[in-house]
């Protein structure tokens, strides 16, 4: 860490590129189903686990794992309705668990009989796969004092509902590959140095509608049975029990579920305070008040891409005008020059009396604002003081919205209208 005075509190910038301070609408026809996200901090997410003896969470090594873990994982790309929606069968919260490398989780229930995954939330990716049949995999979970707690292991000998996906298959497509013997599609999804390999198989997710109680809503969705994972995969914390796909490819499962008309072609991630529960719906389309941005589409590789026309940092404003990408499986916010080093320069918090945060907006393109709720995060020093950082890390990249400036948003990605929407929410009533 590089420490210069700033200040009569100083300032510093971390390796990891932190700025720090330190102080002594929806479509009738349709349901929407959802479940509940899960930050890594919960309580949902630490009983799962039996998750003890962490780390102090805020610690300055907290963040710089999530940090490298992003640079890591992230590689290979740096109107109201009125039925209910849908959400995971047993609950549509989200969690967000500290030791992992994915920020948001889900509990799901596949197959027949059902078995739990708890698996992360990647907007930046399409394929939903699960630990299957394993080869090279994570079969538990490494938590305190030596013990491991036991992952369960997909298998589509053990599942009466499951079948390989043949070769001619829409969802097998050109890019994949074709086990002749058996005529079933194989995959391999790559994840900067990681990597999951395996085979498509078709099998039921169990869903249910976003009433109490639910109502269970079965239906059948083409993921990955991942025979081989490779890099953070294997180690604690690289995905735990699986990758749930949610991008705009064919294969993701808001597609497959639109496709098959069960809900609208939209879905909605709404982010609570860490350490709080979140939530996703499918084919939520939103509210007549939620601000909006169109997509920029892309003939290859299609992902959530917006464009940036002006930034604000409290009475600073700039013209400056770049695309970025809203990607959920990211901890951080990545931004390249010249927007990185304008907020980071304006970004002056520091006063006699404490600490204030100047404002950060950014403006979209077709003129709504989008203010970030939460653009800095507090950390302990080993001393036991208190610093804080600007949440943005410095991208050689592509730019990325981060999970950290989703915090307290309903975010729709509407991909009917192709538009992304959002609405301040505190997630206790996402379908109101």
Not at 393 to 412: A, D
């Amino acid at each position: 860490m590089t420490c210069f005075k700033k200040s009569v509190f100083g300032s510093c910038v971390m390796l990891i590129a932190f700025t720090c301070w330190i102080n002594a609408k929806s479509i009738e026809a349709f349901g929407t189903f959802g479940f509940d996200i899960h930050h890594r901090y919960s309580d949902t997410v630490k009983e799962f686990l039996n998750l003890d003896g962490l780390p102090e969470k805020g610690t300055v090594d907290y963040y710089t794992a999530m940090a490298h873990r992003d640079q890591l994982l992230k590689g290979r790309r740096l109107a109201t309705s009125t039925t209910p929606t849908v959400t995971f069968y047993g609950g549509n919260q989200t969690y967000n668990v500290r030791a992992l490398s994915y920020l948001h989780y889900s509990l799901i229930t596949v197959g027949t009989p059902a078995l739990l995954f708890l698996v992360a939330l990647d907007t930046g990716g399409d394929l939903f796969w699960l630990p299957c049949d394993c080869i090279t995999c994570a079969r538990n979970f490494n938590i305190s004092d030596g013990k491991k707690l036991e992952l369960n292991i997909y298998s589509p000998r053990n599942s009466t509902t499951s079948s390989p996906l043949p070769c001619n298959s829409t969802l097998c497509g050109p890019t994949r590959a074709c086990l002749t013997r058996s005529n079933t599609c194989a995959y391999q999804e790559l994840y900067g140095a990681s990597s999951s390999t395996g085979i498509l198989v078709d099998d039921v997710l169990h869903l249910g509608t976003n009433t109490n109680p639910q109502d269970i809503v079965d239906v059948s969705v083409t993921f990955g049975c991942g025979m081989n994972q490779t890099g953070y995969f294997l180690e604690s914390g690289g995905g735990i029990n699986g990758i749930f796909g949610l991008g705009m490819g064919g294969i993701s499962v808001p597609s497959i579920l639109a496709s098959k008309s069960v809900t609208a072609n939209s879905f909605s991630m709404c982010f609570a305070a860490e350490g709080s529960s979140g939530r996703i719906e499918f084919g939520d389309k939103g509210s007549a008040d939620q601000k909006t941005t169109p997509f920029n589409l892309q003939k290859s590789n299609p992902t959530y891409n917006i464009t940036v026309t002006q930034v604000v940092v409290g009475n600073n404003v700039t013209d400056l005008e770049f695309t970025a990408v809203f990607d959920s499986g990211s901890a951080f916010t990545r931004l390249n020059e010249p927007a990185y080093s304008f907020i980071a320069n304006k970004f002056e918090f520091a006063t006699q009396d404490g600490y204030t945060t100047p404002n950060l907006t950014f403006t979209m393109k077709g003129e709504s604002q989008f203010y970030v709720t939460t653009p800095t995060f507090n950390f302990i020093r080993a001393d036991g003081g208190q610093g804080y950082c600007l949440a943005i890390v410095k991208s050689e990249g592509i730019n990325i919205i981060g999970q950290n400036f989703m915090t307290g948003y309903r975010l729709v990605f509407d991909r009917d209208e192709m538009v992304l929407g959002w609405k301040e929410s505190d997630c206790e009533l996402v379908s109101s």
